[in-house]
């Protein structure tokens, strides 16, 4: 079981991760339209804010259903949403999980979501107490691969999927790291 009450907030030196409320609906709505962060996913952009809201609901669902969990990635500066940042395909038993990561292309390239990461690493390695932490990205997902090599992951696999949202293959790398301090 994933314990998320209350609900855990983290800060860093330019973010705040927290808890995604309705309220972020237009900040997420931004991102998750632009058909630049969907390039390497499954997925699809939303096409309007009630799509966006759906989304957003289905997160804090899954949270209080103890599921996953997603942080909003909001920007101390701007006080915006900038992305978002998960733990999910959580298995308690063999002390694994899974990363996901997004966040809007004019914050990309600012070492933003490697603080996010650094952060979400160490509350599942010494919170959750998990040994193992995946990340999957798509093999031409450069800023995605070098972000987790500079993270200290290390690439495990590779495996094609069939898109299910977009008619295409996806190569995706599977990079893994293990908690070395249990």
Known sequence: MIIVSPFPVM??????????????????????????????TDSKPDESIEETEAYIDKMLNGIAENKW????????????????ISIWNIDKEKGLAELGYGIIPDFQGKGL?????LGVVDYGFNVMKLKTLDAYTEENNVSS?????NCKFKRVDKVDEQGYCNDRIYHMLLYRLENIIQ
């Open 113 to 117: 979501m490697k603080e996010a990461l």
């Open 69 to 84: 969990i997603i942080w909003a990635i909001e920007h101390k500066m701007s006080k915006k949403v900038i992305g978002t």
């Open 145 to 149: 691969t070098r972000l987790i090599e």
């Open 11 to 40: 800060k860093t030196n330019n973010l705040l991760l927290r808890k995604m409320a309705l309220e972020d609906k237009h900040d997420i709505f931004l991102m998750r339209k632009d058909p630049v962060i969907h390039e390497y």
